[in-house]
């Protein structure tokens, strides 16, 4: 079992859609959460990132955190075509700053 | 501007041939690591570095070399190329202030071993 594990997708949905985007976990020594964006023929940039358990929130974009059941989850409210491209988990642990990646989920949002 | 960037952004090779690519950052981090992408398999980690002399194997560092004598650079070498090694590479800096800082990531090489 990987540590990190994504679905691939790809999600479609239409233009305006709440998209979820999730990843588990099995190592709970993971405290830091991070979700990276990733378009077509780029590298990855840091989206959002939190710490422990909870919510947070930045405009468009709530990531959440349920250590107990070592899930995390990206929400994109109101979804725009800007927004496709391939959305990256990542986690470590707090004595490294070395994170673990998913694999990845694929989104596409067509007008 | 704050950038990481990787020399060649293309490359087609053979088998045997070595090869470097080159990763350069002018934001004074100390952290320094390469991944590879494929298909599939995500992002997957090579070699890190944590300061200038000190560096580490990630999950995947076999075929691979790296060296850190300056802190603006991290090349990766391939003493002896094959078609396994062809994907998507990525080098990636940050400061180690705190595990949420943020790393930046080069815009990406696309090797291809035949």
């Known amino acids: 079992q990987k540590e990190v594990e994504q679905d691939p997708g790809p999600l479609s949905v239409p233009e305006g859609a709440i998209v979820s985007l999730n990843c588990t976990y099995s190592?709970?020594?993971?405290?830091?959460f991070m979700w990276y964006r990733q378009y077509s023929r780029k590298g990855p940039e840091l989206l959002m990132y939190?710490?422990?358990?909870g919510n947070k929130e930045d405009g468009r974009f709530t990531a959440q955190v349920d250590k107990s059941s070592k899930y995390i989850s990206l929400f994109i409210r109101d979804s725009q075509p800007s927004d496709s491209a391939t959305y990256l988990c990542?986690?470590?642990?707090?004595?490294?700053?070395?994170?673990?990646f998913g694999r990845g989920t694929s989104l596409i949002v067509h007008p | 501007e704050a950038q990481v960037t990787q020399n060649p952004r293309y490359l087609i090779t053979v088998t045997g041939k070595k090869l470097t690519v080159t990763c350069s950052q002018n934001?004074?981090?100390?952290?320094m690591s390469w991944y590879r992408q494929d298909p599939g398999l995500g992002l997957r980690q090579i070699y890190y570095?944590?300061?200038?002399?000190?560096?580490d194997k990630g999950d995947v560092p076999e075929g691979y070399k790296v060296s850190r004598k300056e802190k603006r650079n991290f090349p990766l070498i391939l003493e002896s190329p094959s078609p396994n090694q062809t994907s998507l590479y990525f080098c990636?800096?940050?400061?180690?202030?705190?595990?949420?800082?943020?790393?930046?990531f080069g815009p990406g090489t696309r090797l291809t071993v035949l």
């Open positions: 990636a800096s940050s400061f180690m202030r705190a595990s949420t800082d943020t790393q930046y």
């Open positions: 190592n709970s020594a993971f405290q830091y």
């Open positions: 939190t710490y422990s358990s």
């Open positions: 990542a986690m470590s642990t707090g004595g490294s700053y070395i994170p673990t």
């Open positions: 934001m004074n981090h100390e952290y």
């Open positions: 570095s944590m300061n200038v002399e000190v560096t």
